[in-house]
């Protein structure tokens, strides 16, 4: 009986079950290539030896910087076979925040995906003595490079062959000495608050993970996955490498960035993870493509928009819907619905989850309205990406649904959301103040604030250290409102302040491709960003924006003035995490005096 | 003897001479740089290598064959290709198709040969493929099935350099590449150039006013002014050139540069 207790040893099970069946697919040259669970398999195995024989040993660290690719699945495996330790680093991260992690994490290897990527290293080098091997998967343009310390992914698994080649027995006896308590990757949190710090995952961690969250997100080998968020990022690493070594399920590759969305049309997933940054992006791009559609197409949606969300409520109400609202919805999803699904690419998603942030139930809503089956769900870093998920017959918007099985939650006396199961992190690396306050007898303080329902589900209210406590003693959630203010087509980022304040405020960052296509049809003139926010007519498009969103919350809720932001936040500029979420510290601070004069004038 | 040389042509349009007794020599895995002020002949110079002139005396010798008195046409054939300086694409077809006409030279069977004797599917995979390196190589994946009409002038540009790169030329003749593009799509351009002589081993003749990046990436810089060579040589070379410095700023330009030096009144 062989072992299914590490996360190799899953691979492993997979390759000997599925063979010569589809893996991966990468697009090459303009055509899907298929890549078998064999092929996927010897990659990894050569690429581990090769690591290997280069003296890469157990407990090592190495990083993997890059887009995500049929390598960084290779890397990730063969590291984690040789018993060392793979850690991630976001591909839009500048040279200085990569260097923390490499340097942070002790990393002796770094794996690069290409040129841009092994510059930014090669900048920082030099702060970086532990580095013994710099391996680029893409060599274009590195023919004038002379540093003696990179090397092509390529001659790591020559190297990996020729050792295979001599010692046939050698990879099976690296995952032999695998122990399920080993650490088998590291996840930075991206850290709104602080420098990243560094969640050590076992192999232990996963397994269990998997097992659990199979049993709410089931996956089968017909399952068709694009992988397109950062692979460093747990709950993509999830989607992307842990879940299909369970199920067999097909790992799509987008061509790259930019193209994902012509080659989620061409796949067609059938299980889908997306961001609520997408999720609010794909349901923006739909609402101002209606706006000047054909008069026909516009009547259409007009008439088939209602259907779809009464069809939706008696869903969430688990009620039976009447036979007319079947028949009309029927009609509106062969009339619109099918096309509108198709566009997205999510025609076929069998179970399209939202998570990594806080969504705005209204954009969930929109979603089930044309028949998505979109589920939100939560989970941590620190306890390997997946704590509560909605059931698909059981959705209660707002809620991140119960706890997957073998999952316990309670709430805590304050209101913070404690978290116990067997996929509980390892701890820090090398920070053990940081463990020991963060799992206290076995339960994992989350910095969540929530409440439990009658039926276990949770609801997060939001992050501890960011409920607002306004000058009248309020406590406020500032996401739920800024979340609400996103869900305008014109609204790219909302930061709600207050704390300590007499009443609310907003900094907003426009949509710009969308208040920039709104200004030429008012015909109105603009050269950049920040010509364009400067618009007293914008202004009084997102002044009507904000008065609707208003409108969904209680008075001290009402946000009562806002400014719209002169520059578009950026991760560059530190005032977004590699995940885009806001760093509201940074934000406070640049903005300052705006925030400030907006608490002295009178009303604006 | 180098790969391209190009021995005192002449080539005149009434009484104007456009270039006068221009020798030139380039070596093959060169990028060779043209500069000069506007009207100095520089694109006449390029027209007549790629057989769009047909200079009145001189030589021109590339790789053995002699090219004054060929059709652009059999030019090409030899390994030449070019870009323009205003975007000479068909814009009212995708990328992939303008690409795929850069491959024409390569087809092995011509319109009537299909008619008869039917048509291979085969030759045209093998071009698809070739087209879909250089969509590659450019970092073009987003825009494959584009018109070129719709496209940003930046991006056209870049089409417009696939469409040579696909006709796998040994020369490559680039007309303004960076004209009309902002910072970023300069950067971009410059990395591309620099990326095709390394990776594929094209010689490079580039005309370029950017003179950032001609010191930049040209390994060799002619200057042309009134048709007439008047310096060749390294970059630094060119630069410390008196005769250059006239030609770019004028007679007087010592005068102009001491006056620059003197303290402003007050």
Known sequence: MSRLDTIPHLFLDKVRKYGDRVALREKEYGVWQDISFNEYYRHVRHFCLGLVELDLRRGDHVSIFGENEPEWLYADLAIQSAGAVAVGIYPTNPAKEAKYVIGHSDSRFVVCADQEQLDKILEVKADLPLIEKMIVVDMKGLRRYTDPDIMSFADVEEIGRKVDNGDPDRYERLVERIEPSDVAIMVYTSGTTGPPKGAMISHQNVVSMVKNALQVIPQYETDEIVSYLPLCHVAERMMSVFLPLNSGATVNFAESVETVVQDMREILPTFYLAVPRIWEKMMAGITIKMKDASWLKRTTMAWAMPIGRRMAEARLARRTPPAALKLGYLLARLLLFRHLKKELGLLRARIAISGAAPIAPEVLFFFMSLGVPVVEGWGMTEETGIGCMNRLDDVKLGYVGQPIPNVEVKIAEDG????????????????????????????LHTGDVGELDEHGRLKITDRKKEIIITAGGKNIAPSEIENRLKCSPYVNEAVVIGDRRPYLVALIQIEYENVAKWAQEKGLAYTTFKSLA????????????????????????????????????DHDDDELTATLKLRRKTVYKKFGDIIDEMYKSKRG | MGFLEVDTISLAFGGIMAVSRVSLSVERGQIYAVIGPNGAGKTSLLNCISGFYRPQKGRIVFDGHHLVGLRPDQVARLGIARTFQNVELFAHMSVIDNLLLGRHNHFGRGFFHNILFGYRAEEETVHRRKVEEVIDFLEMEKWRKHLVANLPYGVQKRVELGRALAQAPTLLLLDEPMAGMNLEETEDIARFILDIHQELGTTIIMIEHDMDVVMDISQRICVLNFGEKIAEGTPAEVQSNTAVQTAYLGEHYDSVLKQLEQPLQP
Do not use: M
């Open chain 1, 416 to 443: 913070e959301i404690l978290l116990r199961c067997d996929h509980v992190f390892v701890g820090y690396w090398k920070d053990p103040a940081a463990t020991a306050s963060t799992v206290v007898d076995g339960w």
């Open chain 1, 534 to 569: 400067q618009l007293p007519e914008v202004n009084e498009l997102i002044l009507s924006e904000v008065d609707e969103a208003n409108k969904d919350f209680a008075q001290v809720e009402k946000v009562k003035k806002f400014r719209l932001l002169e520059k578009e936040l």
